[in-house]
């Protein structure tokens, strides 16, 4: 039986369901209700009769039902610089490929072609909600609530100008517009997105931290991705870049520090007290050897560790149950324990932890009554999953996103059967190829 958009009163009884409440629990013979776009009930099958005598019954067999992938780091539009610059320094990539193919080519017809691209990808592979940092996220946010999915859109904030803005005034006003008209979006909201510490003076962190204060809003900054960074901040600011942020009064709960690999076991606590939550972005940091985030040190210390995929153009793929394995792995590589990270834990850096990071723990992250109707649906049946022992043990070290079969959010059904429902899979295939032909051309 399928759903349509406009019946939105149903029951999805799946195999098995997690609803990362709490984390590591798995519940069987029961139904998630859901009614318009928020999850109205969860209840074992038997008492479905009584309780909703009405609703309409989708049955899910074989497969299991989680909250909705959670991507805490990216930059969609991106995907259309995929495979341009490889096995490279972070440096060389950045400044004489990656920037220089922006300067040329970025605009809004860009970002719309290459966020349409990225959002295919993150449904087929599971993902509702993706915590993005990139330019025109006004462009981005238009793309991203049309295919009817979730996001953080971030806005940039950088020393040099570019095609979204010439200078400071320029990006905050820039951002300024772009909070209000996120502020009572369903499915967008904003946050600050400032490149890195490098790359952002004293004085537009301290406006962008009062701003976010002021508007609630989170700061989304690349931090820590190589060594490097340290003394660079050191020569440039007679600071390294978590005192200086410290001292700045940027290490709060509102601070989302992506990449972190260049971290001493003293900086930990400091993490852990300050509330700071932290994306690892582990195939990103091993394409560009930039370091190992200690991410059970830091879990043990008590932060907040969540999982993105980061940029196409750095990974390259938008493979967030992909990333998941290679950071669980990784982990128990970095720490010389095999015990780091256990599975059934290991899925709420992408779901619930996630939320948490975002600000969004109340309506998005795991599956509970009265929050948002945001899940996806992954098919168990072939043989590479079989057979079946424990079910995390699956999904974090067996299974592969082709495995994703439905998506929901906010109670919309966007992808079955793999089949995408709100995007068209022909044009974004003809926008890709055209910007092949155009980038392909401009390399030497
Ligand atoms: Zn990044």
Redesign the pocket.
């Known amino acids: 039986m399928t759903v349509t958009a406009d019946s939105r009163q149903y029951a999805l009884i799946p195999d098995w369901l997690i609803t990362m409440q709490p984390v590591g629990a798995v519940l069987t013979g029961h139904a998630v209700v859901v009614s318009g776009d928020v999850i109205a009930d969860i209840l074992p099958v038997a008492q479905l009769a009584q309780r909703h005598p009405q609703v309409q019954r989708v049955a899910l067999p074989d497969q299991v039902l989680l909250p909705g992938l959670i991507n805490m780091?990216?930059?969609s539009a991106m995907t259309l610089l995929r495979g341009l610059a490889d096995d490279l320094p972070l440096m060389t990539w950045l400044h004489d490929h990656i920037w220089p193919a922006e300067q040329r080519w970025l605009g809004e017809e860009y970002v719309r072609d290459g966020v349409a691209l990225a959002c295919l990808e993150y449904l087929r592979g599971g993902i509702t909600c993706y915590n993005d940092?990139y330019f025109f996220p006004d462009v981005a946010a238009e793309v991203t609530r049309a295919a009817g999915m979730r996001a953080v859109m971030g806005a940039p904030v950088i020393n040099f100008p570019t095609p979204w803005a010439q200078d400071s005034d320029g990006y905050f006003a820039r951002a300024m517009a772009l909070q209000q008209c996120c502020q009572d979006d369903a499915l967008i909201a904003m946050s600050f997105a400032p490149h890195a510490p490098y790359s952002v003076s004293d004085a537009d962190f301290v406006r962008m931290r009062d701003l976010a204060a002021e508007h609630d809003l989170r700061i989304h900054l690349?931090l820590l991705e190589t060594s490097g960074e340290i003394a660079d901040s050191k020569a440039q600011f007679g600071l390294a870049p978590l005192p200086r942020l410290q001292q700045l009064g940027l290490l709060n709960e509102r601070l989302i520090a992506?990449?972190m690999t260049a971290l001493a076991d003293a900086d930990m606590p400091l993490l852990a007290e300050a509330g700071v939550h932290v994306v690892h972005?582990p195939e990103?940091n091993l394409k560009l050897a930039s370091g190992f985030c200690p991410l059970w040190k830091l879990q043990q210390a008590g932060v907040n560790v969540t999982v993105?995929t980061?940029?196409a153009a750095?990974n390259n793929d938008l493979d967030l149950l992909g990333e998941l394995r290679t950071a669980t792995l990784l982990a128990k590589g970095v720490s010389a324990d095999p015990e780091a990270v256990p599975a059934s834990q290991a899925l709420a850096m992408i779901t619930i932890n996630a939320a948490r990071a975002l600000n969004l723990a109340h309506r998005i992250g795991s599956i509970e009554t009265g929050k948002q109707a945001d899940f996806c649906s992954i098919d168990l049946s072939e043989p590479d999953t079989q057979p079946m022992h424990e079910i995390f043990s699956h999904l974090v070290y067996a299974t592969s996103r082709q495995q994703v079969r439905h998506v929901w959010v906010a109670g919309r059904q966007l992808l079955r059967d793999r089949e995408p429902q709100t995007l068209d899979i022909e044009r974004i295939r003809q926008s890709t190829k055209k910007w092949q032909q155009r980038i392909g051309t401009q390399q030497p």
Do not use: A, L, R, W
């Open positions: 780091h990216t930059h940092s690349h992506v990449h972005c990103s993105g980061d940029g750095s």
